[in-house]
């Protein structure tokens, strides 16, 4: 399955540390992408980071690949409790293999305590 | 700006009843169009895509349909719904393949 997995399946921390999850997938990958789910609500896209790219940073965001070991990780910095959600992995496919599609994990639930 | 409108927000359906869940895209042109469930605690499953009017592509056999008799429309549907049927159906966009996708605010489908 292409499908990507988070670890761990639940995080809780406190108010000003950070917060590493982590994404696994199986095969060649275009690119890989980072969301967040508030409870109830739509995912909203973070990140995307090409298969060619090993760094990527966006204000407390900062995500790694590594796709020697089929792996993502993103860090949240000095994080908040307005942090609390789910984030989600999604990769994207090598064109011409996935019809381009994303495949989801499913998801790290992140509690961020004040 | 582009804005995706999903409704309703909260449905409750009995069982055998049918289904139309409407999605909207404003502010582009041709996107790909995504129907997802997510089950509580899960990741999402994808139900069907569109890259056009007409075009749509099913991931998994099942009760449910889509269609998209305009652009940017984008409508699922069952004619008779199961109790396996609830979930949270979240609508979504992209400009083409593998770029970030865009989700509406979902609705909560219960099947009583």
């Known amino acids: 399955s292409q499908q990507g997995e988070e670890d761990p399946q639940a995080l809780s921390i406190q108010e000003g540390e950070n917060a590493t999850m982590n994404c696994s997938y199986k095969t060649s990958i275009n690119n890989l992408q980072w969301y967040r789910q508030n409870s109830g609500r739509g995912l909203v896209h973070l990140i995307l980071?090409?298969?060619?790219?090993r760094e990527k940073h966006s204000g407390r965001l900062r995500v790694t690949l590594d796709t020697s070991k089929k792996s993502s990780s993103l860090l949240i910095t000095a994080s908040r409790a307005a942090d609390t959600a789910s984030y989600f992995c999604?990769?994207?496919?090598?064109?011409?293999?996935?019809?381009?599609?994303?495949?989801f994990g499913r998801g790290t639930q992140l509690t961020v305590w004040p | 700006s582009q804005t995706i409108h999903q409704w309703p927000a909260t449905l409750v359906q009995p069982v055998g009843s049918p289904l139309s869940l409407e999605c909207t895209v404003e502010g582009t042109s041709n996107p790909n169009l995504y129907w997802y469930r997510q089950a509580a605690g899960r990741g999402l499953q994808l139900l069907f895509y569109s890259v056009g009017i007409g075009q749509i592509s099913s991931e998994v056999p099942q009760n449910l349909s889509a269609s998209r008799p305009q652009d940017r429309q984008f409508i699922l549907s069952s004619k008779k719904l199961l109790l396996s049927d609830s979930g949270f159906y979240l609508c979504a966009w992209s400009v083409t393949d593998n770029q970030p996708q865009h989700f509406g605010d979902g609705t909560r489908l219960s099947i009583l």
């Open positions: 999604a990769t994207g496919g090598d064109r011409g293999s996935t019809l381009g599609r994303l495949y």
């Open positions: 980071i090409r298969s060619n790219e």
